[in-house]
């Protein structure tokens, strides 16, 4: 039944991912025979030990290990790398002193190509297959991004950040300019290949009415294209909104005013949201990004993910780099759970996971092509090590539990854990081998 294929994989693990059919629901299966081929699942079915691997077939053998869709980041900013872990500020005055600055360099193409590429490496050694990411305010930032995926044939999302006030005048666009190198980036990179693009109005401070009309605009004449954004992060940043926007009941009515609502808008944050704006982004299909570590570091506040759940809202995972302090979504999801022990509410591995995986595909309205290992599912993936460290093997060794593990991953874990990521059906990263991109800059 392989033949007819131009490559085929056998991968032989533990392997664990959600189902289609019930959101939140872990398969497991002690052993398991991944097929894949043409960048695509064949079929993943229990191994029986006597199975004859065809001819041209390669087969690899991950025993002992544990094979994971790959993590998917539904909110980061690349040209934030190299001002992670900036001291002592809260939202406004550390985009000010730190983020500006920084996201100021991408405009040298030979910079944000270097950065870039560093970028993707991190991703991948941390176990994260899938991105949708903020670059700077500058198309070249945008171009260096999508030209280093391209190598790799990864599912990227990205997007030129559009601001016109309130930022250092070197970062400081035209509306119209914006709207046209938005477009320009659309026609070059939408749809091309695995890519895809996203309008990034980067939040409603930074936004005069005039480019809101642009990003409306934009999303009106590109339906399929995503919108990102940050909403309802901060105290402070909520106040200047209601203050710019006097018109408007709600920081997300800002947004939806402008109609940048909708399937395939994600909003980043979301934590101080009133009902009505609970009730908005359930009616119009919106999604949101939960970035805990970010909400954590910045001291924004605690995302209510009972909130979402209760009204079914797609809920992404999102490191948030810079302002959030891992690429791992491993660590991500240790602060998700803390963030809500501190409501009450308990987030158990099999949905912390679902939302790193299946359940961000469904926030980015890609459940049908990535976040699990149904046939036909683009074949990205992750090989786990359980017991990378001595911790870990100490805690798992008497748990035969796969909940308990995956717990104890999301706890402790982080890229220590990760031995190899595939892409697309080809190994782009493992555990101990190093590029000339892992020391960038
Ligand atoms: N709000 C507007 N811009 C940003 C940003 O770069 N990071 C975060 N965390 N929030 C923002
Ligand atoms: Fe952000």
Same mark, same amino acid.
């Given at each position: 039944?392989?033949?007819?294929?131009?490559?085929?994989?056998?991968?032989?693990?533990?392997?664990?991912?959600?189902?289609? /059919?019930?959101?939140?629901?872990?398969?497991?299966?002690?052993?398991?025979? $991944?097929?894949?081929?043409?960048?695509?699942?064949?079929?993943?079915?229990?191994?029986?030990?006597?199975?004859?691997?065809?001819?041209?077939?390669?087969?690899?053998?991950?025993?002992?290990?544990?094979?994971?869709?790959?993590?998917?980041?539904?909110?980061?900013?690349?040209?934030?790398?190299?001002?992670?872990?900036?001291?002592?500020?809260? $939202?406004?005055?550390?985009?000010?002193?730190?983020?500006?600055?920084?996201?100021?360099?991408?405009?040298?193409?030979?910079?944000?190509?270097?950065?870039?590429?560093?970028?993707?490496?991190?991703?991948?050694?941390?176990?994260?297959?899938?991105?949708?990411?903020?670059?700077?305010?500058?198309? /070249?930032?945008?171009?260096?991004?999508?030209?280093?995926?391209?190598?790799?044939?990864?599912?990227?999302?990205?997007?030129?950040?559009?601001?016109?006030?309130?930022?250092?005048?070197?970062?400081?666009?035209?509306?119209?300019?914006?709207?046209?190198?938005?477009?320009?980036?659309?026609?070059?990179?939408?749809?091309?290949?695995? $890519?895809?693009?996203?309008?990034?109005?980067?939040?409603?401070?930074?936004?005069?009415?005039?480019?809101?009309?642009?990003?409306?605009?934009?999303?009106?004449?590109?339906?399929?294209?995503?919108?990102?954004?940050?909403?309802?992060?901060?105290?402070?940043?909520?106040?200047? +909104?209601?203050?710019?926007?006097?018109?408007?009941?709600?920081?997300?009515?800002?947004?939806?005013?402008?109609?940048?609502?909708?399937?395939?808008?994600?909003?980043?944050?979301?934590?101080?949201?009133?009902?009505?704006?609970?009730?908005?982004?359930?009616?119009? #299909?919106?999604? +949101?990004?939960?970035?805990?570590?970010?909400?954590?570091?910045?001291?924004? #506040?605690?995302?209510?993910?009972?909130?979402?759940?209760?009204?079914?809202?797609?809920?992404?995972?999102?490191?948030?780099?810079?302002?959030?302090?891992?690429?791992?979504?491993?660590?991500?999801?240790?602060?998700?759970?803390?963030?809500?022990?501190?409501?009450?509410?308990?987030?158990?591995?099999?949905?912390?996971?679902?939302?790193?995986?299946? #359940?961000?595909?469904?926030?980015?309205? $890609?459940?049908?092509?990535?976040?699990?290992?149904?046939?036909?599912?683009?074949?990205?993936?992750? +090989?786990?090590?359980?017991?990378?460290?001595?911790?870990?093997?100490?805690?798992?060794?008497?748990?035969?539990?796969?909940?308990?593990?995956?717990?104890?991953?999301?706890?402790?874990?982080?890229?220590?854990?990760?031995?190899?990521?595939?892409?697309?059906?080809?190994?782009?990263?493992?555990?101990?081998?190093?590029?000339?991109?892992?020391?960038?800059?």
């Amino acid at each position: 039944r392989l033949q007819g294929f131009r490559a085929a994989f056998i991968h032989y693990a533990g392997v664990a991912h959600h189902s289609d /059919e019930i959101a939140g629901q872990l398969r497991y299966l002690p052993d398991g025979l $991944l097929l894949i081929a043409d960048g695509k699942v064949v079929s993943l079915a229990p191994w029986t030990g006597r199975e004859d691997v065809p001819e041209g077939c390669v087969f690899t053998d991950y025993q002992g290990r544990l094979i994971m869709p790959g993590f998917i980041d539904t909110h980061i900013h690349y040209p934030q790398t190299e001002m992670i872990a900036a001291y002592g500020e809260q $939202l406004l005055e550390w985009l000010e002193q730190y983020t500006f600055p920084v996201e100021s360099k991408y405009g040298d193409s030979e910079y944000a190509s270097a950065m870039a590429a560093f970028f993707i490496r991190q991703l991948f050694s941390h176990g994260t297959t899938t991105a949708l990411v903020f670059a700077s305010v500058h198309p /070249e930032s945008v171009d260096a991004l999508f030209r280093e995926a391209q190598k790799y044939a990864m599912r990227i999302i990205a997007g030129k950040v559009m601001m016109d006030r309130h930022v250092p005048a070197a970062l400081q666009e035209d509306p119209a300019e914006s709207a046209r190198q938005t477009r320009e980036l659309i026609e070059r990179w939408h749809g091309k290949g695995r $890519l895809g693009y996203a309008i990034t109005p980067r939040f409603v401070p930074t936004s005069s009415p005039a480019l809101m009309e642009q990003a409306g605009a934009l999303r009106r004449e590109y339906p399929d294209v995503w919108m990102q954004t940050h909403l309802s992060e901060n105290l402070r940043e909520i106040e200047w +909104v209601s203050e710019l926007y006097p018109e408007h009941d709600s920081y997300l009515g800002v947004y939806d005013h402008y109609r940048l609502t909708g399937k395939r808008s994600v909003f980043a944050h979301c934590i101080h949201l009133q009902d009505q704006e609970w009730t908005c982004l359930q009616q119009t #299909g919106s999604s +949101v990004a939960f970035c805990p570590s970010s909400n954590l570091f910045l001291g924004s #506040g605690l995302f209510k993910l009972s909130a979402a759940k209760a009204r079914k809202i797609p809920v992404g995972i999102g490191t948030d780099v810079g302002a959030g302090t891992s690429f791992s979504l491993l660590r991500t999801l240790g602060d998700a759970y803390k963030v809500q022990q501190l409501q009450s509410y308990k987030l158990n591995a099999c949905e912390a996971f679902y939302h790193s995986t299946l #359940g961000g595909a469904h926030a980015l309205d $890609l459940d049908n092509v990535i976040g699990n290992f149904a046939p036909g599912k683009e074949a990205d993936f992750i +090989v786990v090590d359980l017991k990378a460290t001595p911790l870990q093997k100490l805690r798992c060794a008497g748990s035969q539990d796969i909940t308990d593990q995956l717990f104890v991953l999301m706890t402790l874990g982080d890229e220590r854990n990760i031995t190899h990521t595939w892409v697309n059906g080809e190994c782009v990263w493992a555990q101990g081998e190093t590029q000339e991109n892992d020391h960038a800059i």
